[in-house]
């Protein structure tokens, strides 16, 4: 395969692995390159390279329906559904190619086994499996089980938040901030960022969370990952800590992503980042600014409470992202360095 059609498949697997909305789906190179301004390609070359060609059609069968980490962490069945009837639709609409037979089989297979989704009828969506890759070549990928809705249980922890995505956009470029750290995840969530962490060359990564049942699917997502460094959950409720559970964490490195949402979580995430965050330990903290407000206060807090606090803004890449944002909020996140010079 050319180096084209290589990149495509990968554009398209990275999609897939990380259930991208099929309405935002990338299908062509020509989006993505006009998406990422990376390269000066010309657009008539890049038309004639879309999914649904024959060639393009076998390698999504052979490179990713049949990838072995595909196979043992897979998107839902209802998002694999939807993605080959929306590929099928897009072939037969073109009017030009076949569909191949294998395309076929995998699909008569997920007609047969596949819920519908809920506003056809089917139950409720249940947690599965999404992996984001932290490379354009999905070597590095880390994969977790999360909700597909964004309040579970009572909880916002049972799902990835976008705002991680930038922090880890971050830590991919600029890896000398977690090499050799002992990293702590503070309100993990599900554990992708800390992951994530582990992978990009983190000392030892602890993530914590306040929710038991959120620590319990953290703790099995670290189990779906080969990580190359110890990586543990424990429990750290910012309303009930003591100092010896903050002394044993041994923190180097916070990282905090979506944690300034909730206007009555500010006094004790300020409590807890003022027992941790002292000289010699970073913070990097990203926010989806939701309310301005209860950020200005947090921010204000902080400065109160932890006196001499330098608190950075850092720059994000407005283009060319690996993972992929809701166009919606891709505006509103923010990315913070706290530290004492
Ligand atoms: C919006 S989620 C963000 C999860 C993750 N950091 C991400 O970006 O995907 C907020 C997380 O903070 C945790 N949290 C909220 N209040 C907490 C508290 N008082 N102590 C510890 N964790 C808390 C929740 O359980 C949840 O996992």
């Known amino acids: 395969m050319d180096q084209d059609s290589s990149m495509l498949v990968l554009l398209i697997k990275r999609q897939f692995l990380q259930m991208?909305?099929?309405?935002?789906?990338?299908?062509?190179?020509t989006e993505s390159i006009a998406s990422s301004g990376s390269t000066t390609k010309s657009s008539s070359v890049a038309t004639s390279l879309s999914a649904t060609t024959p060639e393009m059609q076998q390698a999504i069968v052979d490179k990713v329906f049949y990838d072995p980490h595909v196979m043992k962490h897979p998107p839902s069945p209802t998002y694999q559904y939807s993605f080959l009837k929306k590929l099928i639709t897009m072939i037969e609409g073109e009017n030009v190619h076949e569909i191949?037979?294998?395309?076929?089989?995998?699909?008569?297979?997920?007609?047969?086994?596949?819920?519908?989704?809920?506003?056809?009828?089917?139950p409720p969506?249940?947690?599965?499996?999404k992996s984001y890759s932290?490379?354009?070549e999905c070597k590095k990928?880390?994969?977790?089980?999360?909700?597909?809705t964004t309040i579970s249980s009572g909880t916002t922890g049972l799902r990835t938040w976008e705002a991680s995505f930038w922090l880890a956009e971050y830590f991919i470029s600029h890896p000398e901030a977690l090499e050799g750290k002992n990293v702590v995840d503070i309100g993990c969530g599900v554990g992708f960022l800390g992951i994530a962490c582990a992978l990009l060359g983190a000392k030892k990564v602890v993530l914590t969370d306040g929710n038991t049942e959120v620590l319990s699917m953290a703790r099995n997502n670290i189990s779906y990952n080969v990580v190359p460094?110890?990586?543990t959950a424990s429990l750290l409720d910012w309303e009930n800590f003591t100092k010896?559970?903050?002394?044993?964490?041994?923190?180097?490195?916070?990282?905090?992503?979506?944690l300034t949402y909730d206007p009555t979580n500010i006094t004790p995430l300020v409590n807890v980042l003022k027992a941790i965050l002292v000289k010699g330990?970073?913070?990097?903290?990203?926010?989806?600014i939701r309310n301005p407000k209860t950020f200005v206060d947090f921010f204000a807090r902080i400065k109160q409470e932890c006196v001499g606090v330098e608190i950075d803004e850092l720059p994000l890449q407005d283009a060319d992202h690996l993972f992929f944002f809701d166009t919606d909020t891709v505006q509103t996140v923010k990315v913070f360095h706290l530290y004492f010079p």
């Open 20 to 29: 991208r909305q099929l309405r935002q789906f990338q299908w062509s190179l």
């Open 100 to 122: 191949s037979s294998d395309l076929l089989e995998i699909f008569a297979d997920l007609i047969m086994t596949a819920p519908k989704r809920p506003e056809d009828g089917g």
């Open 125 to 129: 969506l249940e947690p599965c499996f």
């Open 134 to 136: 932290l490379d354009r």
């Open 141 to 148: 990928l880390v994969t977790v089980m999360e909700e597909q």
């Open 229 to 231: 460094c110890p990586t």
């Open 244 to 258: 010896e559970q903050i002394a044993a964490l041994e923190a180097d490195v916070l990282i905090l992503s979506d």
């Open 281 to 288: 330990v970073s913070a990097y903290m990203s926010s989806a």
